[in-house]
């Protein structure tokens, strides 16, 4: 199946409708006005050169505008060079006194990076997804990216770039080009991302317009694999370096890591936890009053892993012979000592704190988890998520893959920044917890696992954005005829418990989960999907989240329409794409959507397989 960008399928349909004056007259809201805002994920927004570098020993120089990120060939030929240009001051964030780099701007901003390192496919997607757009005649000024620098934490993106204020003034731009609202795509920490501008948002908006502002400028929200209580890949990356695929060792992955304002960003943290932020604006002329204070509920403590399936770290203090004289008086009789942390001991400061005197590093994290993160006077991103007072939020992720929960380092005997190795991997699957020999480990695990990179206790914490009744369809990703959907209609959901419905799974096959709700919020939707095997880099270029993106908002749209949500009760071809050959039946296959109708230029069977009838005909079906 093609893989078709799912925005411009959106803003296509959007179009359509309002060629043929498919809007009701009573409708509040002109669907085909909406504009579509990618927010991109970590690593997925092109940095250029805003200097001049000379590189010794290396033909290739750095001017300014010349390709940072990513530039594998300057990487391959000058990493020391090409690395001044990356790293930031981890203290202020500064840029390195030989090299600045800043972010590109517009679409070409998140379209060039080189596929298969950092985000793999994600680093194409989008140049796809804007050829599709052009081909098809969508409008340029329909589609705007919001590119950003993923280094900075988020205080220092307002402070440096003012991109909060810029992106405000790009939903209102939006609003007054398009004359309606504006659909949100985030993708990983572009969710951390959105979550920071509404909170700052309400620092710009009188209380009483701030939801009159919303209502006006988003209609609709899509969190794409929202690691809503952080990536436990964020650990790694911080103690020993996580390359990503790029051609460097792991010791200089980490030490660029590390100089990132951004690394905290998305390290793992108690959902039990928060900070309370007594700010004052509107009233104290933008001071803040006392430093904010960071609480914890009495089931944090009842709780071995901060809720989490393990403990996070595991770690081997270095024994005497191993750090220097000055530390030799706090050690006993010079053996190594196991600690073990948890996502708050994480999040608060204790771990840096227990390993300051063993890893320079620590001392800079903990300087920087204090300024940027604990102390930040708008949010501490390191709290749990509520839902956003959106009328319409989507929150879909991947699940039902080998994900990571927790880490054992050792000492490796090595200088820093190649001090720690790691010595285990805990991983969560298929329903148990495993180490990386396969053994088993006690822990509380989960239903069912993450995404490969996000763990499904921090994907699936939006499910708390959900009512007291839910009505849950389980459904084959492929297309089919209905026969092996499950429905069950209101099902009982307490707050803060998981959600997970008494369904059964064929074997071999893949299904789509969906948690509806459209009654405990009034004038509100609210809807978890759930994607078996996506994995989080690739779900954003997933065909199965374009489709059904596709068909729920042609529902929104369609004056017809009787249900809150699309109808999952089939799922046939939507496009000619679609249909393919059947060689068992020497037929196309789905015969009631498919037939043959061969044009000249086809080379094989399956592309002469069309749809039968038009697109808006084959959409009739699902209202």
Known sequence: MAKKPLLCFLLLLLAFVAAAGATSSGAELDYSKLSGIIIPGFASTQLRAWS??????????????????????????????????????????????????????????????DPG????????????????????????NAIIAVPYDWRLSPAMLEERDLYFHKLKLTFETAYKLRGGPSLVFAHSLGNHVF?????????????????????QHIHAYFAVGAPLLGA?????ATLSGFTFGLPISEGTARLMFNSFGSALWMMPFSKYCRTDNRYWKH?????????????????????????WPTKIINIEIPSAHE???????????????QLSFSA???????????????????????????????????LNPLTPWERPPIKNVFCIYGSDSKTKVGYYFAPSGKPYPDNWIITDVIYEFEGSLISRSGTLVEGKIGPISGDETVPYLSLSLCKNWLGPKVNITRAPQSEHDGSDVQIKLNVEHHHGEDLVPKMTRLPRVKYITYYEDSESLPGKRTAIWELDKANHRNIVRSPVLMRELWLEMWHDIHPDAKLEFVTKAKRGPLRDEDCY?????????????????????????????????????VLSHYL
């Open 52 to 113: 001049i570098l000379d590189c010794p020993y290396s033909p290739l120089d750095f001017n300014p505008l010349d390709l940072v990120w990513l530039d594998t060939t300057k990487l391959l030929s000058a990493v020391n060079c090409w690395l001044k240009c990356m790293v930031l001051d981890p203290y202020n964030q500064t840029d390195h006194p030989d090299c600045k780099s800043r972010p590109d701007s517009g679409l070409s901003g998140i379209t060039e990076l």
């Open 323 to 337: 750090i220097p004289e000055s530390n030799l008086s706090s050690m006993e009789c010079g053996l190594p000592t």
């Open 344 to 378: 708050r001991e994480i999040s608060d400061g204790t771990f840096f704190k227990a390993i300051e005197d063993y890893d320079p590093d620590s001392k800079r994290l903990l300087h920087l988890l204090q300024k940027s993160y604990l102390g930040d006077p708008v």
């Open 195 to 215: 979550r920071y501008f509404l909170e700052w948002l309400k620092l710009e908006i009188a209380p009483k317009h701030y939801n009159e502002w919303l209502d």
């Open 581 to 617: 050959w059947d060689y068992g039946k020497a037929r196309c296959a789905w015969p009631d959507y498919c037939e043959y109708r061969y044009v000249f230029g086809d080379v094989h069977l399956g592309q002469s397989c069309r749809l039968r009838y038009t697109t808006a005909e």
């Open 117 to 140: 390192y950092i985000t793999g496919p994600l680093s194409s997607v989008w140049k796809e997804w804007i050829k599709w757009c052009i081909e098809f005649g969508i409008e340029a």
């Open 232 to 236: 436990i890949e964020t650990i790694e």
């Open 283 to 307: 009233f104290s002329g933008g001071r803040h009053a006392g430093q904010p204070t960071y609480k914890c509920d009495e089931q944090e403590f009842q709780s071995n892993f901060s809720g």
